[in-house]
């Protein structure tokens, strides 16, 4: 694992200084980044024999599912994808999984198993945080992030519609709500509210089916 990970970043340092990646080619890269994390961690997750381990690269591809969320700007979407998944369903099948084993207790947290690659990571997630903090010469602290995602971001759609007499604010504030939390939500119950309110009596249906299915507790038996 360590020789194959070395020998993944010594190509990809060599394939930056001879592709010498421009400001048009960083959107592609970045795809192209996020969707191979993605497929492999996806392999690993179903491959993996220890149930725990999969559910951590099921983290992983949640990660990178977002990353590519942030490319199409839909920033809203990778914020709540992370809190749902990564955040809660992820944490509560870790806790299922620990407390269904029976084999005891293990030395899994006495002995460090990689500690190379995991000094490796400590220091890679040093430089992002520092990269985001810390000030930069043309635009300072967190604007130079920002101005960054929109740089990278696809711009807003727009179709064509015949001259109307209608103020020209109407496609300012479409275009400056795409991808945010209004659109989403002006989206979701406005265009799409049959469909929204169809899924929620789905889910109301299957929770009364589940609660009437359920066996029932007899007196003396659990």
């Known amino acids: 694992w360590l020789a194959g990970l070395l020998g993944l970043a ?25 969707a191979g994390v993605a497929v492999v961690a996806a392999v690993l997750m179903i491959t993996h024999r220890n149930p725990a381990y999969s559910a951590l690269w099921f983290a992983v591809v949640t990660l990178a599912v977002c990353g590519l969320f942030l490319l199409q700007s839909a920033p809203f979407l990778a914020s709540a994808t992370v809190i749902v998944y990564a955040g809660a369903i992820i944490v509560t099948f870790l806790f299922v999984l620990m407390l269904a084993q029976q084999a005891g207790a293990t030395n899994a947290d006495q002995n460090s198993r990689q500690p190379v690659i995991a000094v490796g990571t400590g220091f890679v997630l040093l430089g992002a945080l520092l990269f985001v903090l810390l000030p930069s010469k043309e ?7 920002h101005s960054g995602f929109v740089s990278l971001a696809p711009e807003a759609p727009r179709i064509e519609s015949p001259p109307s007499t209608k103020p020209q604010s109407t496609s300012t504030t479409t275009t400056a709500t795409f991808g945010t939390m209004r659109g989403l939500g002006r989206s979701l119950f406005g265009d799409y509210l049959f469909a929204v309110e169809l899924a929620g009596t789905l889910l109301l249906i299957a929770s009364i089916g589940a609660i009437v299915i359920a066996p029932k507790r007899s007196s003396g038996k659990l």
């Open 10 to 34: 010594a190509l990809g340092i060599v394939g930056g200084m001879l592709l010498k990646p421009t400001d048009e080619m960083l959107p592609d890269v970045l795809f192209y980044l996020f």
């Open 139 to 145: 635009q300072p602290g967190m604007a130079a992030m």
